[in-house]
């Protein structure tokens, strides 16, 4: 695969936890180098220790940030991307492309203050980026191209895998895989629990959980075999899986997760901006 990103100069607005994983990430595998790239956060404290980190220029003047910049990307919280997009917005041309990572702020809000025909994309990672174990959906906007779908594309796979979906599914992708890992937490906290009940001391559980939920995920994303056949092929009759799987249901652990996920749809739906 080649570097979509060469030559191209980024500017970060908000590099905060997720944008600075991003920006960090590609420094680290080289598609982006420190003289082609830049960043703002609020704080000038916050702005001089990321650019010690990182060895890049860190500001806190959005507008001159963007100054030649051909990719714009916006990692400040949803309810100040419009006052950053209205900010900016005199100062961007079609020729830049804007790439969001806000929740539940639609490409149609930022469209609406910029220039006509600059293309914006969406895109919704998670925490795990920071490991390159990453989920991203990404999605266009009305003046982006695949272009410019594919640039985000490879952005993501640096710290991760990625999937293009339509922006109608971006709110069910934030209550799966954005808010996902806390699910996933509370999981491996409570397996490592249950461990700890039967006795096994509790770094070991941790890792007996988790090492399992990493197992078991790999071979789902792998074989592409649907989760209930794997799950059959654990379960022996009469054995002891079984008699686990009977206090799932008991407990509705899956009617549970579904109504979590539908919940936080629901939410991040309610949180829209604009
Ligand atoms: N964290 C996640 O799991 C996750 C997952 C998917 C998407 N997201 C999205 O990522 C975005 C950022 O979330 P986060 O968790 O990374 O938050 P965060 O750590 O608080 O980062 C936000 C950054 O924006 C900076 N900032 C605030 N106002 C600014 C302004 N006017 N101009 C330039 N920079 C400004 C802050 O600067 P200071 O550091 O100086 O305060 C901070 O560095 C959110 O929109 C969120 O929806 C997050």
Known sequence: MGNELAGKKVAFLGAGKM?????????????????????????????????AKLKVSVGTNNVEAIKGA???????????????VREISGHVTPKQAILSVAASVPTSM?????????????????????LGAGMTAICKGK????????????????????????????????ALSASGPAYIYIILESL????????????????????????????????????????????????????????????KLRVTLIKAVVKAAQRAKELAYG
Request: contains cysteine.
């Open 70 to 84: 051909d990719l714009i990307v916006i990692g400040v919280k949803p309810q100040v991307v419009e006052d950053v």
């Open 110 to 130: 930022i469209e609406k203050h910029l220039p006509p025909d600059v293309p914006v994309i969406r895109a919704m990672p998670n925490t795990p980026c920071l």
């Open 192 to 251: 490592a629990e249950a461990g700890v009940k039967v006795g096994l001391p509790r770094d070991i559980a941790t890792l007996l959980a988790a090492q399992t939920a990493l197992g078991a995920s790999r071979v789902v994303l792998e074989t592409g075999d649907h989760p209930a056949l794997l799950k059959d092929s654990v379960t022996t009759p009469a054995g002891c899986t079984i008699d686990a799987i009977m206090e799932l249901e008991e407990g």
């Open 19 to 51: 944008g600075g994983i991003i920006l960090q990430a590609l420094l680290q595998k080289g598609l982006l180098s420190a003289k082609s790239s830049c960043a703002t956060v609020a704080h000038e404290e916050r702005a001089r220790a990321l650019a």
């Open 143 to 174: 003046h982006a191209g695949p272009k410019d779908v594919a640039l985000a594309c490879h952005m993501f796979e640096v710290v991760g895998r990625t999937v293009v979906v339509d922006e109608k599914h971006m709110d069910a992708v934030t």
